[in-house]
């Protein structure tokens, strides 16, 4: 049973992930993880933007901070985020093909701490990064996802993935979102408490 959902992108993410998390409903059970390439100064509204698209709670992730389930975790600008016994753990090691935070970091380390139970997913973009963590999260055994290039704003990234890992699984972005429903458990709708007789 799957665990962690990490979604990679880079040009033409926002609208791109706003797709995919505005069609999951309340009950996905999934922490889900993304990671944009944004600039190391750029202003903290990714967390923000995002919130208004979802019925999930939208997080920007602070170090050693709790995955939970049922959230949307966002890496915030200028740190590398990486997966530790079940927190997050934030990095200023050196941008990696000069994004910082990288997503080949973040799906590798989830790779390495969840093996077959983490899904990796990439995105539009226009470079590369994405297709080494891809084949990671492919290679231990996890679901590997990549947008059709044909429906991305930047066809560079998920065409690199596809190529690095032509066994993944290919959707157009419209689709992206209710596959996961699919694949991951949903969690129990709330209970709502009745009023006692009076």
């Known amino acids: 049973m799957y665990e962690i959902v990490v979604i990679g992108t880079s040009w033409g993410g926002l609208s791109a992930v706003s797709t995919v998390i505005a069609e999951l409903p309340s009950t996905f059970a999934l922490p889900l993880v993304v990671v944009q390439h944004r600039s190391p100064d750029a202003p903290g509204l990714l967390a923000e933007l995002l919130q208004m698209r979802?019925?999930?709670?939208?997080?920007?992730?602070?170090?050693?901070?709790?995955?939970?389930?049922?959230?949307?975790?966002?890496?915030?600008?200028?740190?590398?985020?990486?997966?530790?016994?079940?927190?997050?753990?934030?990095?200023?090691?050196?941008?990696?093909?000069?994004?910082?935070?990288?997503?080949?970091?973040?799906?590798?380390?989830?790779?390495?701490?969840?093996?077959?139970?983490?899904?990796?997913?990439?995105?539009?973009?226009?470079?590369?990064?994405?297709?080494?963590?891809l084949k990671r999260i492919a290679d231990r055994g996890g679901y590997a996802i990549v947008q059709d290039p044909e429906t991305a704003e930047g066809a560079m990234m998920p065409r690199a993935a596809w190529r690095l890992v032509p066994r993944a699984r290919v959707l157009p972005l419209e689709l992206i979102s209710s596959h996961l429903v699919t694949v991951a458990p949903a969690r129990p709708p709330a209970q709502t408490r009745r009023a006692p007789f009076a």
């Open 54 to 133: 979802t019925r999930l709670k939208v997080i920007e992730v602070e170090d050693k901070q709790q995955v939970l389930p049922g959230h949307v975790f966002v890496a915030p600008p200028n740190y590398h985020l990486l997966f530790d016994r079940g927190v997050f753990s934030l990095t200023t090691d050196a941008p990696v093909r000069y994004s910082r935070p990288s997503i080949d970091v973040t799906l590798m380390s989830a790779a390495d701490e969840y093996g077959r139970r983490a899904i990796g997913i990439v995105l539009t973009g226009a470079n590369e990064d994405g297709a080494l963590g």
